[in-house]
Nanobody, 116 residues
């Protein structure tokens, strides 16, 4: 059974940093491109960053230069280092495959709140 467990969110001030983790299970993690998504209240879920099995990365325009995605295939875990956080980064963050989420079962997500 596919499962995603996200963690690492919290309340941080403008300009602060957080590191999110997502532990995945129930599928062959190492052969999939993985992605972080976020959804703010009233908005649709958007892709933030993707990373291929080989480590190639891509980012949304709003987070380029501030966020870094990485993965540890031995631990079936994908990470998101978020620096220079802004209030508009406030959202619930999820992981799934990328660039399209193929698994319908999402994790509970991890809440990020950036105060100004």
């Amino acid at each position: 059974q596919v499962q995603f467990v996200e963690s690492g969110g919290g309340l941080v001030q403008l300009g602060g940093s957080l590191r999110l983790s997502c532990a995945a299970s129930g599928f062959s993690f190492g052969i999939f491109t993985m992605a972080w998504y976020r959804q703010a209240p009233g908005n649709q879920r958007e892709s933030v960053a993707t990373i291929t099995p080989g480590g190639s990365r891509d980012y949304g325009d709003s987070v380029k230069g501030r966020f870094t995605i990485s993965r540890d295939n031995a631990k079936n875990t994908v990470y998101l280092q978020m620096d220079n956080l802004k209030p508009e980064d406030t959202a619930v963050y999820h992981c799934n495959t990328g660039p399209r989420a193929i698994f319908s079962k999402w994790g509970q997500g991890t809440q990020v709140i950036v105060s100004s």
